[in-house]
């Protein structure tokens, strides 16, 4: 009788339970259809991605020659993990390539094919130092380990990058162009980047050039690209076949003269 009557006070809960068995396929099947439309989202997404980051032209490795030490186990984390150097150097080629090729035919642009970042072995003579590769129109930026221990490691080395990537695709007159031209177009392609624009000095009578003075290329630099826009992308064109301070005239739109007090040379830009 007790067993019976036990059995009783047990079936009124068997229909509720066989009820909720059959909502557990429902919320399983929802469950399954969300997975794989999630799934299917990211790889599309994945794919856009791939697709837009080999768009880019050229392939990106990343190279810790530092690993064991405790600059490398920084760059591994910060930077080749999830791999933010990859994407430092993508945006700040975007932006680099677009101000020196706005409109260009392929002749004229700069060939890419690869470039490795790497995180040098030994401390570099500067933060960033651009190299080619292995093969033709592949780059190396070589990133100096003593810029990881500082405090402010994560800014040095997106400026280090960035430094690289305008060096990259700078023309430099077949190794013949001063480097301290080089190093103030780079400087300038630098602040814009950071700032979105640069802050130039106030316009005098006369910029003189002086390729070995890197403060008044500087001034030059700014200063042409002040009073005659797209100054920087015309010599860097012009620097794709070689070196001869003429170039510097015919990026100006007008004639460049020696100083009369110096071997520099100067442009009057009164006549602008």
């Known amino acids: 009788m007790e067993e019976s009557h036990s059995r009783h006070l047990l079936q009124p809960l068997l229909p509720p339970s066989a009820a909720a068995s059959d909502h557990v396929k429902p919320i399983s099947s929802n469950a399954g259809i969300t997975s794989r439309l999630f799934l299917v989202a990211f790889i599309g997404l994945v794919s856009i991605w791939a697709n837009h980051e080999a768009s ?9 020659e530092s690993a064991t030490t405790f600059a490398g186990a920084r760059f591994q984390l910060f930077y080749v993990a999830n791999e933010e150097a990859t994407r430092v150097v993508i945006k700040a080629s975007n932006s680099i390539e677009n101000f020196l090729y706005p409109h260009s035919h392929s002749s004229i642009k700069k060939p890419i094919e690869s470039v490795t970042i790497k995180l040098a072995d030994r401390n570099l003579t500067d933060n960033v130092v651009v190299e080619p590769g292995s093969g033709q129109d592949q780059f190396v930026l070589n990133i100096s380990p003593s810029i ?4 402010n490691f994560g800014h040095d080395v997106d400026v280090a990058l960035r430094r690289g990537v305008a060096r990259m695709w700078l023309w430099d007159g077949q190794g013949r162009s001063p480097q301290n031209l080089i190093n103030a177009i780079v400087e300038y392609l630098i602040n814009i980047l950071e700032n979105g624009s640069i802050e130039l000095l106030e316009p005098t009578t006369a910029v003189c050039w002086d390729p070995n003075d890197g403060r008044a ?5 700014n200063h042409g690209e002040r009073r005659r826009p797209g100054f920087i ?13 003429e170039k510097l005239g015919a990026a100006l739109g ?13 442009y009057n830009s009164s006549s602008v």
């Open 148 to 151: 990881m221990g500082g405090t």
């Open 233 to 245: 992308r015309r010599l860097n064109r012009a620097m794709k076949d070689g070196w001869n301070d």
């Open 254 to 266: 007008m004639s460049v003269h020696k100083c009369a007090t110096s071997e520099s040379l100067r």
């Open 56 to 64: 880019k032209g050229y392939a990106i490795t990343l190279v810790n």
């Open 217 to 221: 290329v500087a001034e030059f630099v």
